[in-house]
């Protein structure tokens, strides 16, 4: 029998099965066998001796359409996202008003233009938003919201809406999330309000700056304190299990080791909350931060960032994601570090800087690379076995990597709409050869060669 696709002779990484050489291919979107190497043949082949074959790299954190439009970032961030082996993106938005009217508008600007399949998690805003979520849910087939943190009190200004964001609106969402009969995932935003308004300019706001000093990057670890970053995780996740809802609590971008410790002693005492951090937490610290790495919350001390490793490493930490967001230097810079837009593109560069500064440094195992970068955030996002894995009957999402590939990072290589990244310049050592997306060959030895259009909106519950 020929298959459709076969990647020969690579080192499959399975965290339920362990690792191991063999084939595997595809027919259509899914895997349709894995044997042992040298056995299959396929329409396509890909040579994969001496590299490892992963399960495609999921992002559960981005935030297409922020600063270019949701139909330009589709094509250009996908198509980046191929060259760094990601093969499914979430990406959390938020608008007042109705999701039940606005929702057809982003899946036609979406569908045309994704090269990798994504999901849409929705930010919960108003009293309207609690009304729809059975609609989100059983219509539109998402069932991912976030909680955002850094907007209580300040909602109603920057938004419109007639509400507050105080805990009583989110004990009401909290419920309805925990009463739908599918499977539901809360993003938590973790902050405390009343302590970084107090300590700083609040940022979600226009206000007029006219102090002519320099601000650096220490302003913005000032402004955002480690110690409010776990306390507001920690009430949140509170709130949530007092309605048997930890379980499904996910807080994304932890960035301090106060965090970290506080979850792993939550899971201690049987909480169930699931932590994220990014890959600028890792890979950065804020003595090399400047402009380009302004975003919240910020990147700390080198004792957080080896903190956070440890926590990835032991279990505490599930999820790896990047907060990725398309901008330019033109729209990013401003006059100081905190006049600067938030966020920077990152997608492209989380598997390789999770092999590079992970996996080579000895760090994690490959295992738990494949863990924290595909398996965890498909089950976190009810997207599993569909995704996260390579199992037969799966969808055909593979990356194929040469852990030993150096290249040094650029705008160019990364092939997205941005003209500069957090990391320009660094060497990092672990890159993809091959990315496939459902069973269609994408990247190859540095071109992409998939189809704008190909990737489709996954519902959820699979």
């Not at 982003?106 to 399949?117: K, S, V």
């Not at 300040?154 to 964001?165: H, I, L, R, S």
């Not at 401003?334 to 760090?363: H, K, Y």
Request: glycine share 8%; aromatic share 8%.
């Amino acid at each position: 029998m020929t298959h459709d696709l076969v990647i020969s002779g690579g080192t499959v990484v399975s965290p339920e099965h362990g690792t191991f050489e063999a084939d595997v291919a595809a027919d259509g979107d899914v895997i349709s066998a894995i044997a042992s190497p040298g056995t299959l043949e396929g329409d396509t082949e890909i040579d994969a001796r001496g590299n490892h074959v992963l399960p495609g790299a999921i992002d559960p954190h981005t935030h297409h359409g922020i600063y270019r439009g949701l139909e330009a970032d589709a094509e250009t961030e996908s198509r980046s996202d191929l060259v760094g082996g990601v093969t499914t993106i979430g990406n959390y938005f938020r608008r007042a008003g109705s999701y039940e009217d606005s929702m057809d508008g982003y899946f036609e600007e979406a569908e045309p233009n994704y090269y990798h399949d994504y999901f849409f998690s929705l930010g919960l805003l108003s009293w309207e938003h609690i009304e729809e979520i059975p609609y989100i849910v059983e219509e539109l087939g998402i069932t991912s919201f976030k909680w955002y943190k850094n907007y209580k009190d300040v909602a109603p200004e920057k938004f419109g809406v007639d509400n507050e964001m105080h805990d009583d609106w989110a004990d009401a969402f909290i419920q309805a999330l925990a009463a739908q009969d599918a499977p539901t995932t809360l993003g938590h935003h973790s902050e405390n309000m009343e302590i970084t308004s107090a300590l700083g300019d609040n940022p979600y706001l226009d206000i007029e700056r006219d102090d002519d000093e320099y601000r650096g990057y220490e302003t913005l670890v000032e402004q955002f304190p480690d110690y409010a970053e776990a306390q507001s995780m920690t009430a949140s996740g509170s709130l949530a299990r007092q309605h048997d809802y930890d379980d499904s609590f996910y807080a994304v971008h932890i960035s301090a080791g106060r965090t970290a410790d506080e979850l792993a002693m939550l899971h201690d005492a049987s909480w169930d909350i699931v932590g994220e951090t990014c890959t600028h937490y890792l890979a950065l610290t804020a003595e090399e931060c400047d402009e380009r790495h302004n975003v919240n919350p910020p990147v700390r001390s080198k004792a957080d960032q080896e903190t956070l490793w440890e926590r990835v490493a032991d279990g505490t930490i599930s999820c790896i994601g990047t907060d990725h967001c398309a901008n330019t230097t033109e729209t990013k810079i401003g006059d100081d570090v905190p006049d600067s837009a938030p966020g920077f593109p990152s997608s492209a560069t989380m598997l390789p800087l999770m092999l590079s500064a992970g996996v080579n440094e000895g760090r994690i195992s490959i295992e738990r690379l494949v863990e924290v970068t595909s398996t965890n955030t498909a089950k976190a996002f009810n997207l599993y076995p569909k995704k996260g894995t390579v199992r037969v009957g799966s969808d055909a999402d593979l990356v194929v990597v040469d852990a030993t590939e150096t290249k040094t990072v650029t705008p160019e290589l990364l092939q997205g709409a941005a003209d500069y990244s957090p990391y320009e310049g660094r060497e990092v050592t672990g890159w993809p050869t091959h990315t496939v997306v459902r069973g269609q060959l994408a990247f190859a030895d540095g071109e992409v060669v998939g189809e704008q259009g190909y990737g489709t909106h996954v519902d959820r519950p699979v």
